[in-house]
């Protein structure tokens, strides 16, 4: 991967008319975002990470935290890669006893994992100037407080019609 962008998760909303979830991430030091269409389980996961909500019984990223920590590994970063076609692609970066594992993966997937160990999230810079939108000043500022709005209503029903991407 070319030079890494740290990156940090907005939220996530529901792209309209066609009700599809979009996982939105923020250049943490720029103006550009990064938006990438997700599935409705995986859109459902990260919501309820980013609002602390702990449900009944574990989702699967919750599953999957708890095996990497009983094997002793830690989520080191995530590094959403490229786009081919219109799917997006990325790599979960692993520490298992010093040793950095990297595994392919959703974007969405390893995402809805760093929310829930606080790994940090990180873009190739040439997949920033493919795909990222920049937004400047006072449509940034609007921009991020629809997105709390939206994260302040949401619910998990409200993933319920959309397709998985």
Do not use: Q
């Not at 859109?43 to 309820?48: D, M, Q, R, S, V």
């Not at 890669?81 to 969405?108: H, M, N, Y």
């Amino acid at each position: 991967m070319d030079e890494r962008v740290p990156m940090e998760v907005v939220g996530v909303r529901v792209e309209l008319p066609t009700n599809t979830p979009i996982l939105l991430l923020r250049e943490r030091d720029g103006n550009r975002y990064l938006p990438i269409w997700i599935g409705t389980p995986e859109a459902t996961a990260i919501a309820l990470a980013l609002e602390g909500v702990e449900t009944a019984r574990p989702l699967t990223h919750d599953l999957m935290k708890t095996v990497l920590d009983t094997l002793g590994a830690d989520v080191e970063r995530v590094d959403v890669t490229s786009l081919d076609d219109g799917t997006f692609f990325a790599d979960l970066v692993l520490d298992s006893d010093g040793e950095l594992l990297t595994i392919s993966s959703r974007p969405s997937d390893a995402i809805a994992l760093a929310t829930r160990t606080g790994a940090p999230v990180f873009a190739a810079s040439a997949l920033l100037d493919e795909a990222g939108v920049e937004i400047h000043d006072d449509t940034e500022e609007a921009e991020i407080e629809r997105f709390r709005e939206f994260l302040d209503d949401v619910t998990p029903e409200d993933f319920e019609s959309a397709e998985n991407s």
